[in-house]
């Protein structure tokens, strides 16, 4: 053996938490922001969807 000191891996004493990944629901908000006309117009014709419907079904049970 020589006397030439051996390299030794840095020891990890404290490593960085890891960031949990992110949740459905930031995913969808992020998604939102990033494609906001999109968004609001899927948004508006859902909800005029739905009104339609409850409209439809109250007219016909009148």
Partial sequence: MSDLPTPEAPEMTNPAPAEPPPTYVKLAMRNMVRKKGKS???????????????????????
């Fill in 40 to 62: 609001l117009t899927h948004f508006f014709l859902s909800a005029s969807a739905l009104l339609g419907v409850l409209v439809g079904i109250s007219y016909l049970t009148r």
